[in-house]
């Protein structure tokens, strides 16, 4: 879609968070993806009906998939690389719009930074709320604590999140949060509560996982260092049933674990199969008394 991201292109920070697999540590990605890249000072954009297009065919594709897959009817249209209200808002009223008009699109969901969204987006989507769209923003909040946003080079502080989190429920929007667990010196008690933290804005999901490294990253560095340890499969999961825990029953849980299964994962090496992961995650909220 040509999205990028302001803690990567300079305009907040550069090289972005330190887990962030970029250009910035790997002068091969910049080679491969030498193109076109959105950010909202641009007067145009020449790429639109391309990206239009594009929006498109990967709809089509991943309809067709997970309607034989899961026998699904009807579908949110994800947004999800990088910071998907970073681009001029003619640009994103498009692109928003078509995914709308998609056949069985029944609503949107934009992953981005809260720092990086405005008046003008929110109105646009009540707008669209209001026509009988679902619409959700996901806010990757990460952590509660601005020592740990500062040293993962998040770019913005908690206050700035629990701001546009507050925005966006004013304007009737659903909000889906995502907080790490296993952030640098971050302990249990920390972790349960940036959860408690955004319990208290009263989002509507949370997606949780686990801090891993990737090759191509500035945590890559420090983890060959001794600088970064990362959290164990036990103490996880064990903060996971707390927090699920915590959960008041109208705030959804939309993701327990993430991974990558391929070459570019360093550690920790039980994030490897994400299938694996889901299944011993699912194993062990039961024994909690938990289902997912
Ligand atoms: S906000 Fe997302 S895209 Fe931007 S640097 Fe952080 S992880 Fe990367």
């Not at 697999?21 to 007067?43: A, G, I, Q, R």
């Not at 009906?49 to 990967?58: A, G, I, P, R």
């Not at 909000?175 to 408690?196: A, D, K, R, W, Y």
């Not at 970064?228 to 999961?237: A, D, G, K, Q, R």
């Amino acid at each position: 879609m040509g999205f990028t991201c302001p803690n990567i292109d300079g305009t907040v920070a550069k090289g972005g968070c330190i887990y962030c697999e970029n250009e910035s540590f790997s002068p091969n990605l910049s080679k491969e993806h030498k193109v076109f890249k959105l950010n909202p000072y641009l007067t145009e954009n020449p790429h639109i009906d391309k990206q239009l297009l594009q929006l498109e065919s990967q709809y089509n594709r991943y309809k067709k998939r997970l309607a034989k897959k899961f026998g699904a009817k009807k579908f949110i249209v994800y947004f999800q690389s990088f910071t998907n209200t970073y681009a001029p808002f003619s640009t994103l009223s498009a692109l928003y719009e078509k995914a709308l008009e998609l056949p069985d699109a029944i609503g949107i969901s934009i992953g981005t930074r809260s720092d990086c969204i405005s008046n003008e987006v929110l109105d646009f989507l009540r707008l669209k709320k209001d026509e009988g769209k679902e619409i959700w923003i996901e806010y990757g909040v990460q952590s509660a604590f601005n020592e740990t946003l500062n040293a993962i080079n998040r770019g913005h502080d908690f206050e700035n999140a629990a701001l546009w989190i507050k925005k966006t429920k004013e304007a009737g929007l659903n909000v889906c949060v995502h907080l790490i667990f296993g952030l640098p010196n971050e302990t249990q008690e920390m972790m349960l509560q940036s959860v408690q933290s955004v319990i208290d804005l009263h989002v509507d999901a949370i997606k949780f996982h686990s801090l891993y490294v990737t090759k191509h990253t500035k945590l890559a560095r420090d983890f060959k260092n001794g600088l970064f340890v990362p959290i164990s499969e036990e103490l996880y999961l064990d903060t996971l049933i707390k927090a699920i825990k915590m959960l008041p029953s109208n705030i959804a849980l939309q993701r327990i674990t993430a991974g990558v299964q391929d070459d570019t994962l360093l550690a920790p090496m039980w994030c490897y199969d994400s299938h694996m992961q889901k299944n011993r995650a699912k194993e062990a909220l039961k024994k909690a008394g938990l289902e997912y």
